[in-house]
């Protein structure tokens, strides 16, 4: 093919494009992110919304079906994941994943309107939830549907997972669908979280993150000896203990990345302890950790292990990381490469939809995109709508954004996969 033969068929595929996110209706995705909001789905509670979306995308002939989530050893959780796949012409195609989460956080205190609200104000639409990340659901529904009914003729697959728990402690949705290879024929993934909100810096929409720190939770272990309380010194405090390790934890030194910066270290609960006049003899001691490529599990273990060596605390302190269902469960660091395809797909589609360039940013936390950036290894990018007061009261997303997100996707799918 030479060059102007290139540029027809690029210009035509991506006409082709343009028709498919045309045919996303922004009434009808509005109210559809609307009707998500108004249902009360904290993580483990999610059944009720699953049922919402699979029935959305039932009545449109979508032939969605539930994955069941299995928990029995921590948490005990059972739930169901909702999927759905609009298969292309060439099974040698690549297939692309959109993943959105289905659950929020418990309603937090604060509200001065209802949390379900759905009410729309200023071009915002607000409730728990809604940008983290039902305005990302949303659009990725409205995507999948407008492709679907869209004469898109694509070679490859398009797969649709809304998934459960990934607010909850492990990710359980999207682990499970890792272990039970559902995605193992997936090529690149988009996952639609709130990005400018989250990244730590100041980009705007329209960004494409191609990258994102992990995540360790240390938990330790602080025992002391316990004495009367009117009598301290005859014994060793843990919880004294642990609050000065607590603070020199939250100053160690940690690695760098040159695209996803520092990491981080926050110290996020003491437990231990009563109200008996007693010098408590253990304590526990959870801290977050946030690292970059290269930290690993051990050389994490090792950095607090020294700090407690260089303290020399009057107490016995074991050092351990959160108990997860399985050794992979972990939110594991990851980078690609700008040039990657899904990279560049998006970005024609986005400059076609928006008129602007994508900003290129990476996420400063975790979640889903780690499980399939990292361990799964599959390219993946966060594209979602923007908003703010995400896990708060007053929490909100961009109605525009929302819609135009959905509008990014669907054009694309077409340039990725036709």
Known sequence: MNDDESTIASDDTLSVATAAADRIDAEETVDLLQSLVRIESPYFHEDEIARYVHDWLDDRGLDPEYHRVSEPDITGYEGHNVLARIEGSDPAAPTLLLNGHVDTVEIVDGWTEDPLSGRV????????????????????????????????????????????????????GTDQLLRDGVVADCDMAVVTEPGPVLDGDDWENPALYVGARGRFLYDIEVRGVAAHGSTPKQGRNAVVAAGLLADALSRMPVASHPLLGEGSVCPLEIEGGSETLSVPESCRLLVDRHVVPGETTESVIADAERVVEDLDLDADVSVGLRETPHPDARYGPYVFDTDEPLVQGL????????????????????????????????PTVILGPDGDNVHGAGEWVDVDETVEVARILAAGAVELLS
């Not at 990725?140 to 492709?147: I, N």
């Not at 970005?347 to 076609?352: F, L, S």
């Not at 994508?358 to 499980?371: A, L, Q, T």
Request: net charge negative; charged share 20%; proline share 4%.
């Open 347 to 378: 970005a024609r589609a986005t400059e076609a939809i928006t008129g602007d360039p994508p900003g290129i940013g990476y996420f400063r936390s975790v979640g889903d995109f780690n499980y399939l950036g990292h361990r799964a290894e599959i």
């Open 121 to 172: 104000e200023d071009g915002r639409l607000h409730g728990q939830g809604a940008a983290d990340m039902k305005g990302g659901l949303a659009a990725a529904m409205a995507a999948f549907a407008a492709l679907a009914a869209a004469d898109a003729s694509l070679a490859g697959d398009v797969l649709l997972a809304a998934v459960v728990d990934e607010e909850g402690p492990y990710g359980l």
